[in-house]
């Protein structure tokens, strides 16, 4: 079954609103990587975690350091340029390899 | 920095066909990765590789074949491919155990 249960699967927000993402996980996970879509389709990197959190300008995201099950994606002041679909993606560990389970995607819009 | 290209952008196949896709990084990253994308879905791997010549299977990984030809590139061929099958291919790599970064994607269609 899933690994990855991701919400909302969409969103709307207005320009200057603040808002988050969640990803849960069913098992311990190792990290977790957030990624933004395109309209072109390309998946950009936004952050990689392994504990904590990690702050990039008006984004931050989360990993829960204790039981390792969620993580989360804050999205301050939203801005037209924030549109796309984004991903969490978590890494179970303990084999070889990297391997991620993707969630199925959150779709924002932000509009003016 | 470093960057994966993907080669072609747009694939376009025939029911049956053999259909190979190309992915390069020059990040010196020792893994590397494909993965399957439909339409409004997430992203689900089909072959993975830890080194030169390894080959590891994903969830996805009937009907496809890959290779690892080099540390810098790993190729993926579809075996016979699907009517009406479109999706999005993504290459990424990384270093073992570390952050992944992805390729533009080839985009598949099937005729």
């Known amino acids: 079954g899933d690994q990855v249960e991701q919400s909302p699967s969409a969103l709307s927000l207005h320009e200057g609103t603040d808002s988050a993402l969640r990803c849960n996980f069913t098992?311990?996970?190792?990290?977790v990587q957030w990624f933004r879509q395109n309209s072109r389709g390309s998946l950009i990197s936004l952050f990689y975690?392994?504990?904590?959190t990690k702050e990039n300008g008006r984004l931050k995201s989360a990993f829960d350091s204790k039981e390792r099950r969620y993580s989360t994606l804050h999205i301050r002041d939203a801005q037209l340029e924030d549109s796309g679909t984004y991903f969490c993606?978590?890494?179970?560990?303990?084999?070889?390899?990297?391997?991620?389970?993707f969630g199925k995607g959150a779709k924002l819009t932000v509009s003016p | 920095g470093g960057i994966i290209t993907q080669t072609p952008k747009f694939l376009i196949g025939q029911e049956g066909q053999k259909l190979t896709l190309k992915c390069q990084q020059n990040f010196n990253h020792d893994t590397m990765y494909w993965y399957r994308q439909d339409s409004g879905k997430g992203l689900r791997l089909i072959y993975y590789s830890i080194t030169e010549n390894d080959l590891q299977k994903g969830d996805l990984s009937e009907g496809y074949d890959a290779s690892r030809e080099k540390k810098s590139s790993f190729s993926l061929t579809v075996t016979s491919a699907q009517k009406n099958e479109m999706a999005v291919f993504l290459c990424?790599?990384?270093?073992?155990?570390?952050?992944?970064?992805f390729g533009p994607g080839t985009r598949l269609t099937v005729l």
């Open positions: 993606a978590a890494e179970k560990g303990g084999g070889t390899g990297s391997k991620l389970s």
């Open positions: 098992t311990t996970m190792r990290s």
């Open positions: 990424a790599s990384s270093m073992q155990g570390w952050e992944q970064y």
């Open positions: 975690l392994a504990s904590g």
